[in-house]
């Protein structure tokens, strides 16, 4: 049996982009899924794991990571001997940071927020979400230009860390066809060997 626990929810990008990077490091994990819906991540158990109770967390042995990001950048320094998805150069590890703060922020607040309000029902405000999703859309998709990832020439956790929400934009009402780069970046991503996707609902442009 494997030391590795993901604690998840299926339908979250920020828990799929933590399932997706270990697929794609063939890494044997077990999967516990979090009912949200219940209110489980706010039980003193799961609080003692991550403070925020929020999904998804992953246990190794003795250590226990919270936030999806750190996540992939503990599994990649872990478990990837080759050190692609997050090479040793610094300089490097700059440019992954940078767009680990995209997936913090922009997507975050773009993308992200518009799905919740329409999957989830969230009370955010879903006109601000989608205008942020499409300013950073518009910048993304000319950075990708001539770009096959986010940094570099190879794939590295800044795009794990970006697909999932970006990939579902269409399900929070925020459509992907006016950007043709990153489109081809996502597919990018789709291609690569290990790929799972996160489950489809019908919502937004989808419904
Ligand atoms: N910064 C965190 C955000 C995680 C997050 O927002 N998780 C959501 C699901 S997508 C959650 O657990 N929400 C339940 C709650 O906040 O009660 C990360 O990257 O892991």
């Known amino acids: 049996m494997s030391n590795l626990t993901l604690y998840r929810?299926?339908?979250?990008?920020?828990?799929?982009?933590?399932?997706?990077?270990?697929?794609?490091?063939?890494?044997?994990?077990?999967?516990?899924?979090?009912?949200?819906?219940?209110?489980?991540?706010?039980q003193t158990?799961?609080?003692?794991?991550?403070?925020?109770?929020q999904v998804p967390v992953l246990k190794n042995n003795d250590?226990?990571?919270?936030d999806s990001n750190a996540i992939?950048?503990?599994l990649a320094?872990?478990?990837d001997a080759n050190r692609t998805w997050y090479p040793?150069?610094?300089?490097?590890?700059?440019h992954i940071q940078r767009w680990l703060s995209v997936a913090a922020g922009l997507v975050a607040s773009g993308p992200c927020s518009a799905r919740l309000v329409t999957v989830f029902g969230a009370e955010l405000d879903h006109q601000n979400a989608i205008n942020i999703a499409y300013t950073l859309f518009k910048t993304m998709d000319a950075y990708l230009q001539n770009r096959e990832y986010l940094v570099g020439t190879q794939p590295t956790i800044a795009d794990i860390a970006n697909f999932s929400y970006i990939?579902?934009?269409?399900?929070?009402?925020v459509s992907?066809?006016?950007?043709?780069?990153?489109?081809?970046?996502?597919?990018?991503?789709?291609?690569?060997?290990?790929?799972?996707?996160m489950p489809k609902t019908k919502a937004g442009l989808l419904a």
């Open 63 to 66: 250590d226990i990571i919270n």
């Open 176 to 197: 992907l066809e006016q950007y043709p780069n990153i489109l081809r970046w996502l597919n990018n991503v789709r291609k690569l060997d290990g790929f799972i996707a």
């Open 72 to 74: 992939l950048v503990y």
């Open 88 to 94: 040793e150069d610094v300089t490097v590890q700059a």
């Open 9 to 42: 929810f299926t339908l979250s990008g920020h828990s799929h982009r933590a399932e997706l990077f270990t697929s794609l490091l063939k890494l044997d994990v077990n999967m516990v899924d979090v009912a949200l819906q219940d209110g489980a991540q706010k």
């Open 45 to 53: 158990d799961f609080l003692k794991m991550n403070i925020f109770g």
């Open 167 to 173: 990939a579902h934009a269409p399900e929070g009402g």
């Open 77 to 79: 320094q872990k478990f």
